[in-house]
């Protein structure tokens, strides 16, 4: 079977694309954010796009004179005299799209070979998924290679910084609800990836919840992937932090009737959220990516939260080396932040070590399995309470939060009224 010949393809459009512009030099505007001369199917069709687009930026006429000479005598003037006799004028982007997705069918079935090839050739599984991965940025229009000129860069730059003017004193990232937090980071950051890390019955799940109730109710659509508790189990935690309801009481149903309004009222709340739970107990960096973009292509995606990075499994196994398989992890967590624009709340759990010390405050090197959580990290921070560790603690009730790196801003600890029972974490000068 010869494959080549079978390939899908717009001829028609092509021709009717370039003789268009060739009579209406200034529609090739129109095509410009589209089409990419490697998207025509015929060489001679992108030897001919690709010399328009070089008149086009040196201001020259785009006409068979310029093209023929351009191209080095390559193109027949005869044919591109044929070629204006397909210009209509009109329609133009259809015909753009029709090129494109052509271009993307046959991109698919060649690099769909090419992952035969690899698998029959038995390379290994992480290579193959990389090159399918490889695939699906490429017909998405995101190439792996995004290298960009210093001008480009200055310019995006510049834009930046006078948005962030406009809007100064305005929160940029996504707002936690927790005032000196978000003080301290303007909000969470498109692709910043942020680990939360503390020893078990630290408050994790809590502030997690906090932070997604939050976020949501000021109209930020969030996805919560918890691989520990149940749907049903968070959304118990959830409504007895905003209704002010003990948890332990929602549990056993032991409820009077002004808990039970409360509660109605805070679902009717709820319900207008754009919150989305996900409690699969063996998710993948797979799995999750093709989740969220799901999430983010029907509604936009603001935030993502999971809980928690140990929990979770590789795509493949290392041999059995946990650490290795998490460092894959936490390096694809943040690719995905970065792909998605979207920033993620990673929950993690310490090691023993802070039990071991006098000073029970975790450190950076307490990161459990694996350096790359701390590396892979654009912001950690790491949960205390010294009233679980002291009785006689002048904090009662208090949470830290201590962030031990911020690779856009300062390190510094940050205070909030801790009540457990009502699973309510919150801003320390409310209470």
């Known amino acids: 079977m010869n494959i080549a010949k079978e390939k899908p393809s717009a001829i028609p459009s092509e021709q009717t694309i370039l003789g268009t512009i060739l009579v209406y030099p200034q529609r090739i505007e129109d095509t410009i954010e589209i089409l990419k001369p490697s998207m025509f199917y015929e060489e001679i069709n992108q030897i001919i796009y690709k010399a328009m687009l070089t008149l086009y930026k040196q201001n020259k006429n785009i006409d068979p004179a310029n093209i023929y000479e351009i191209t080095k005598g390559k193109i ?162 959830i409504i007895a932090c905003d209704a002010n309801v003990q948890l332990d009481k929602i549990k056993k149903g032991n409820l009077n009737d002004d808990e039970l309004n409360r509660i109605f009222e805070v679902n009717k709340a709820l319900a207008k959220t754009k919150i989305f739970i996900d409690d699969n107990p063996t998710l993948t960096t797979t799995i999750l990516k093709s989740k969220c973009k799901k999430i983010k292509k029907k509604y936009e995606l603001d935030l993502i939260i999971v809980d928690y990075l140990q929990l979770m499994q590789g795509d493949t196994k290392l041999d059995g080396n946990r650490n290795q398989q998490i460092s894959k992890i936490t390096r694809e967590l943040k690719l995905l932040c970065k792909e998605l624009g979207c920033p993620m709340l990673l929950l993690s759990q310490l090691s023993r070590a802070p039990e071991l010390r006098q000073n029970k405050r975790p450190i950076l090197s307490d990161l459990r399995e694996s350096g790359s959580i701390e590396q892979d990290a654009d912001i950690v921070i790491f949960l205390y ?23 856009q801003g300062e390190c510094k600890t940050i205070e909030l009224a801790c009540m457990l029972e009502f699973q309510k974490i919150a801003n320390l000068r409310k209470y």
Do not use: W
């Open 385 to 407: 309470r010294d009233d679980y560790y002291y009785d006689d603690s002048d904090k009662k009730n208090i949470l830290e939060l201590i962030i031990a790196k911020h690779r």
């Open 76 to 237: 027949d003037i005869s044919y591109l005299t044929r070629l204006t006799e397909a210009c209509i004028n009109y329609n133009l982007k259809e015909h753009c799209e029709t090129i494109k997705e052509k271009a993307k069918l046959r991109f698919i079935i060649e690099g769909a070979y090419k992952v035969l090839g690899m698998a029959f050739n038995n390379e290994s599984s992480d290579s193959i998924i990389n090159a399918q991965n490889d695939i699906i940025l490429a017909v998405e229009g995101k190439e792996s290679n995004n290298v960009s000129d210093i001008n480009d860069i200055i310019t995006s730059t510049l834009d930046r910084i006078d948005f962030n003017i406009k809007n100064k004193g305005k929160l940029i990232g996504v707002p936690t609800g927790l005032v000196d937090l978000d003080n301290c980071t303007n909000g969470l950051q498109k692709t910043d990836l942020i680990i939360m890390a503390a020893r078990p019955s630290m408050g994790k799940s809590a502030v997690s919840t906090n932070i997604l109730k939050n976020a949501a109710l000021r109209g930020k659509t969030v996805a919560m992937f918890s691989l520990e508790m149940s749907k049903e189990q968070l959304m118990e935690r």
